[in-house]
T-cell receptor, first 112, second 112 residues
Framework: KNEVEQSPQNLTAQEGEFITINCSYS?????LHWLQQHPGGGIVSLFM???GKKKHGRLIATINIQEKHSSLHITASHPRDSAVYIC??????????????FGKGTHLIIQP | DGGITQSPKYLFRKEGQNVTLSCEQN?????MYWYRQDPGQGLRLIYY???????QKGDIAEGYSVSREKKESFPLTVTSAQKNPTAFYLC???????????FGPGTRLTVL
């Protein structure tokens, strides 16, 4: 069974700081997702990646398949980035559920 | 507007009653999913469906039932057999298995 671990669990930073959230997983995956959950509970998909790096605005996601590790970076952080960031692993098909295995999330607070 | 809707946003039920949570999507997605979120835990998969009239159990299916009679709709019934039904329930859909998932706003169920 795949385990997905995120760190840190909680992160408080000042506006403008560079933020890194880490995610590691224990078995092979077909893709890794980064999600953002705001206080109301709604979830937005930020990235889905299976190799390399993706960038969208101030957000960058990277994945190292050999090391089974992914990172989410936020440049020039802003208070509106405050949310819970969740990584989720999509297991290889061929057995088991086709849903995602989720980390517990990183609660990020950006202070002005 | 294309998207996923869940209703209601908040739901209260007495212990021992069955309750059905609605999930509708107009994205023309084949796959749909139900997840449960509890405080301090990652989301967990309850049921998923890859196509109309087909669905599979996820990691925590006991005490839940689903149907997929239409492509757009994937209702979840929380039965009286579910021992701890109070939780936040999220529905998601994707074009097919293994592709990016889009999430609904969630339903917060409280059993009194």
């Amino acid at each position: 069974k795949n385990e997905v671990e995120q760190s840190p669990q909680n992160l408080t930073a000042q506006e403008g700081e560079f933020i890194t959230i880490n995610c590691s997983y224990s078995v092979g995956i077909s893709a890794l997702h980064w999600l953002q959950q705001h206080p109301g509970g709604g979830i937005v998909s930020l990235f889905m990646l299976s190799s390399g790096k993706k960038k969208h605005g101030r957000l960058i996601a990277t994945i190292n398949i050999q090391e089974k590790h992914s990172s989410l970076h936020i440049t020039a952080s802003h208070p509106r980035d405050s949310a819970v960031y969740i990584c989720a692993a999509d297991m290889y098909s061929g057995g088991g559920a086709d849903g995602l295995t989720f980390g517990k999330g990183t609660h990020l607070i950006i202070q002005p | 507007d294309g998207g996923i809707t869940q209703s209601p946003k908040y739901l209260f039920r007495k212990e021992g009653q069955n309750v059905t949570l609605s999930c509708e999507q107009n994205l023309n997605h084949d796959a749909m999913y139900w997840y449960r979120q509890d405080p301090g835990q990652g989301l967990r998969l309850i049921y998923y469906s890859q196509i109309v009239n087909d669905f599979q159990k996820g990691d925590i299916a006991e005490g839940y039932s689903v149907s997929r009679e239409k492509k757009e709709s994937f209702p979840l019934t929380v039965t009286s057999a579910q021992k701890n039904p109070t939780a936040f329930y999220l529905c998601a859909s994707s074009i097919a298995k293994g592709t990016e998932q889009f999430f609904g706003p969630g339903t917060r169920l409280t059993v009194l």
